[in-house]
């Protein structure tokens, strides 16, 4: 018979194994508890992407800019309040990031039929693959249970976030601080075949770098002044700005890339071969996209009994 000593050490693996197993992240988690979830924010994305084709790519970055800030866990989603920083003034995101409104959209329809069941860091997962879908790119298998943070890190979103000043081995650096390899890096980078960039990130490139193709510099001056204009916008991919498919790469082996971040991937450095796969290859770029979104999505999320889910994701309960 086993000794009172070693049955608790027992209970105690058993329960510590099983909080980790409850703590897992699952494609299922709402499956009972809002079954309607999923096909709630598929409809209300989809419905946001035909009423302006951009959104698709906004609502890809905040879910990447949630990510690399201390986890998946809907942080940037919070208002600043007299007695609460959150990261939307942070230098990437400030007049930069958008879609709140369409997440708020989400949440209020979901919070109508599961109140307080589906977290705002899992609705930013899902809407992000559903934005990806929508315009033509891979599908992969979210998995849910994230919970939403009470907390939000300003500092963390002005370090963390790679720079579109970066070069390549900054921004490897970058992603393995997060537990993401080269592959994804470069797979990840291929978001940028939709969406656009502001002046401001590429006014550098266009006026003071070699490695950029004639004609599109002097195209992208046309929007984008020596010293005014912070603000106008520019297609990352000009040759298919709101579908997602490999033309990024392809642009990129013309020396086509906006950022300085982007030229990067092609430019004579350990990169070159994987972009140059990818150019020709949107299969095997699509596959390596997703896994990279799925990893990507698993970082640090609150789970189990840690955080909340809030009623409102742009402020703590």
């Not at 990818?278 to 990893?295: I, R």
Request: include cysteine; aromatic fraction near 6%; hydrophobic fraction near 35%.
């Amino acid at each position: 018979m086993a000794s009172p000593k070693s049955l608790a050490c027992s209970l105690i693996a058993l329960c510590f194994a099983a909080n980790l197993v409850s703590a897992q992240l699952s494609a299922n988690f709402y499956d009972k508890s809002c079954p309607n979830a999923l096909s709630t924010i598929r409809t209300a994305v989809r419905s946001a992407i035909t009423k302006e084709n951009r959104m698709g790519a906004s609502l890809l970055r905040l879910h990447f800019h949630d990510c690399f800030v201390k986890g998946c866990d809907g942080s940037v989603l919070l208002d600043d309040t007299p007695t609460f920083t959150g990261e939307k003034t942070a230098a990437p995101n400030n007049n930069s990031l958008r879609g709140f409104d369409v997440i708020d959209n989400i949440k209020a329809q979901i919070e109508g039929i599961c109140p307080q069941v589906v977290s705002c860091a899992d609705i930013l997962a899902v809407a992000a693959r559903d934005s990806v879908v929508a315009l033509g790119g891979p599908t992969w298998v979210v998995q849910l249970g994230r919970r939403d943070s009470t907390t939000a890190s300003l500092d963390a979103a002005n370090n963390d976030i790679p720079a579109p000043t970066l070069d390549l081995g900054d921004l490897n650096k970058s992603f393995s601080n997060k537990g993401l390899s080269a592959t994804d890096m470069i797979a990840l980078s291929g978001a940028h075949t939709i969406g656009q960039a502001r002046c401001v990130n590429f006014r550098n490139r266009i006026y003071s770098e070699t490695n950029i193709d004639s004609s599109l510099a002097t195209s992208l001056k046309s929007n984008c002044p020596n010293t005014t204009g912070d603000n106008n916008i520019s297609p990352l991919d000009a040759s298919t700005p709101y579908v997602f498919d490999n033309f990024y790469y392809k642009n990129l082996l013309k020396k086509k890339g906006v950022l300085h971040s982007d030229q990067q991937l092609f430019n004579g450095g350990s990169a070159d071969s994987q972009t140059t796969t990818y150019s020709s290859n949107m299969a095997t770029f699509f596959t390596d996209f997703s896994a990279a979104m799925v990893k990507m999505s698993n970082i640090t999320p609150l789970t189990g009994s840690s955080g909340q889910i809030r009623k409102n994701c742009r402020k703590v309960n």
